[in-house]
């Protein structure tokens, strides 16, 4: 299968013009006027050292998309593809950076500009900042201060401050291992559209520059989120390239090239979230009753085995709220300390990094009647066993005692959605927003917010700060009513630290009244 020109993907002739404009200008050309491919060229190249590195790029692989569809441009396409791979070289980009390190710790010591810098406070202002930094433009200030230490041999200085700086952890906040996984299974699966897009054998090895082309160029066609991830997946697997010990050291240089370049690559080309394409499904942020009603009736009348199981996951899911991957690390707790009735204790999934108010939040269930406490209890339980049995099959165990390949939580998870589709396809085929497990959160969400303040839902829903329920989840304008569920004080203490939100009673000492005098100054 042909692979599509780039111009196709993403306006190469445009850039090109731009560019042929530029060089036009600098010639003293009239508007119009034909510009020899040479000269455009030439003007990339004097452009190189002042450009963004990802602009550069970009600018940089539309000449040559353009060049390389004309006949008479060998000469310049030659020249071309002469020229380094990316933008400002690596040398540069670390010169840069590890100057703009130097000036702030320059400023934070209060010292005049241009005076010198110990390495190691450099290496200690780095050091600290990593708890709190993201993760992509730490590790890159961290190998720009390492490549700057790394080429002053001379220094004693640098060399004992580049010795610390290589026995820190390798990169910033860590990664949950679920994350990484993710990430693996991402990146073969770029493997496995590179091949189809080749015409390659489905196992055929495959370089990473061709997955890093992939990326980039489908970079126009993805909204945000997916590109983000896509690009993470691709970094990962560079990242795991820089440090493998069996890669050859040119190996490990390619890798590097081809990480830089993929960090400078902008990500304004990607689609905004904000608007679905024509055609485009999303997932409905509400699951009201009479929908839900309709959808367990579709669902049962499926013939899959698990139409029960998947019946039971939406309905305790739009009265507990949890996300569809936290009912495999969900407990059932028979009496909590803090109220001594029953409550499903939940490990947050996105706790990493203070994402969360906590490990864990506990959902009481001393509110609900006895049929629904059963089904939450059934719930949990099955859906904790197939999270252990994903967790055996990470660590290489594939198969059980009867060499039965296991059945996991990620398997049962996509057959249940296969099956919800399908029943979605059934009652609303032109529909562009449709049920999914995840929709049932999103109407607790609602109900939520119409019973608590929003940090209350916070608390219930298991986030750091109030805002984030209110920007992403379910209106409070699609509140069923006769939301039953309160959340633990000690939990909504710890989102109100979080939150900066005052207790009501300290708003309320804290505000004066209006009608009341202000007392005389000394008056008891």
């Known amino acids: 299968m042909p692979r599509k020109r780039v111009s196709d993907v993403w306006g190469a002739d445009a850039r090109y013009a731009e560019i042929e404009g530029a060089a036009r200008a600098a010639l003293g050309v009239p508007d119009g006027a034909p510009v020899a491919p040479d000269a455009v060229v030439a003007r990339l190249a004097a452009d190189r050292a002042g450009t963004e590195p990802g602009r550069w790029h970009y600018n940089r692989r539309a000449v040559e998309a353009v060049l390389a569809a004309r006949g008479d441009a060998a000469a310049a396409l030659e020249t071309l ?32 500009d241009g005076a010198p810098v110990d390495p190691a406070r450099i290496v200690d202002d780095l050091l600290a900042r990593r708890a709190a930094a993201r993760r992509e433009p730490w590790h890159y200030e961290r190998a720009a201060v390492e490549a700057v230490l790394a080429g002053r041999r001379d220094d004693g200085a640098a060399q004992a401050a580049l010795a610390r700086l290589r026995a820190a952890p390798p990169s910033g906040p860590q990664r949950a291992e679920v994350t990484l996984r993710a990430y693996e299974r991402q990146y073969a699966n770029l493997e496995k559209q590179v091949r189809r897009a ?7 090895p495959v370089a990473p520059h061709w997955v890093v082309d992939h990326v980039v160029d489908k970079r126009a066609r993805l909204k945000k989120n997916a590109y983000r991830f896509q690009k993470a997946a691709v970094e990962h697997h560079l990242v795991g390239l820089l440090s493998a010990s069996g890669d050859s050291e040119a190996d490990r240089e390619t890798a590097g090239r081809l990480l830089e370049r993929l960090r400078s690559e902008p990500q304004t080309e990607a689609l905004s979230e904000a608007r679905p394409r024509a055609g485009e499904v999303t ?37 507990i709220g949890l996300r569809p991957c936290e009912w495999g690390h969900a407990r059932f707790v028979e009496a909590h300390p803090e109220t001594g009735g029953p409550v499903l204790e939940v490990r947050n999934a996105k706790r990493s990094n203070g994402r969360a108010h906590g490990d864990f939040r ?7 009647d006895a049929p629904t406490v059963t089904d939450v209890r059934q719930l949990a339980g099955v859906l904790s066993r197939l999270a252990a049995e994903s967790e055996k099959a990470a660590r290489g165990d594939t198969h059980n005692a009867r060499g039965e390949p296991r059945i996991t939580f990620e398997r049962v998870r996509w057959a249940c959605e296969k099956v919800l589709r399908r029943a979605n396809q059934n009652l609303w085929p032109r529909r562009a927003h449709t049920y999914s497990l995840y929709s049932a959160r999103h109407q607790f969400s609602a109900d939520a917010k119409q019973a608590h303040d929003p940090v209350g839902v916070a608390a219930l829903m298991g986030h750091c700060v109030d805002i984030t329920a209110t920007e992403y ?40 009244d209006p009608a009341q005098p202000p007392a005389p100054r000394g008056a008891p």
Request: glycine residues 8%.
């Open 283 to 319: 997932t409905a942020k509400r699951l009201p009753d009479a929908d839900f009603r309709r959808l367990v009736d579709e669902i049962g009348r499926s013939k899959s085995g698990y139409r029960d199981l998947l019946a039971l996951w939406l309905s305790a899911g739009r009265k």
């Open 473 to 512: 989840y379910g209106r409070k304008r699609n509140a069923r009513g006769g939301f039953v569920v309160e959340p633990l004080p000690s939990e909504v203490a710890r989102v109100r630290a979080r939150s900066g939100v005052r207790p009501p009673w300290k708003a309320r000492d804290a505000a004066p």
């Open 198 to 204: 080749m015409g390659m054998a489905p196992h055929a």
């Open 81 to 112: 593809r002469a020229l380094p791979p990316s933008g400002p070289t690596r040398d540069e980009g670390h010169r840069r950076a590890y100057a703009k390190a130097e000036a702030a710790v320059r400023r934070s010591l209060g010292l005049r």
């Open 362 to 368: 506990h959902i009481r269930l001393d509110a609900f």
